[in-house]
């Protein structure tokens, strides 16, 4: 049974910076793409950054390019989400996700529980 728990979420003022973790578990972490997802109150599920299984190719969401970046460390099983420069519009709850190197939610067969994320003004 595949597990993923993120953690490093919180409240940071406009402009700050939050760097967001994510351990897997349960499975071979190494064999799995892994995405960044976010989701605010009232909106869908938006796709934030992806990383392919080496590490090697990443990509990220036109809103968040240039102030996040998404990494993997094979050796201890995690994926994290620097966020710099964040803006009020970033508050989302934020989840990990193990699958397909896509931006497609659907193609994401393990999720975690998430990590709220609050940016103020």
């Known amino acids: 049974q595949v597990e993923l728990v993120e953690s490093g979420g919180g409240l940071v003022q406009a402009g700050g910076s939050l760097r967001v973790s994510c351990a897997a578990s349960?499975?071979?972490?190494?064999?799995?793409?892994m995405g960044w997802f976010r989701q605010a109150p009232g909106k869908e599920r938006e796709f934030v950054a992806a990383i392919s299984r080496s590490g090697g190719s990443t990509y990220c969401a036109g809103a968040v390019k240039g102030r996040f970046t998404i990494s993997r460390d094979n050796t201890k099983n995690t994926v994290s989400l620097q966020m710099n420069s964040l803006k009020p519009e970033d508050t989302a709850v934020y989840y990990c996700?193990?699958?397909?190197?896509?931006?497609?939610?659907?193609?994401?067969?393990?999720w975690g529980q998430g990590t709220q994320v609050t940016v103020s003004s």
């Open positions: 996700a193990g699958g397909t190197y896509t931006d497609r939610a659907s193609e994401y067969e393990h």
């Open positions: 349960g499975g071979t972490f190494s064999s799995r793409a």
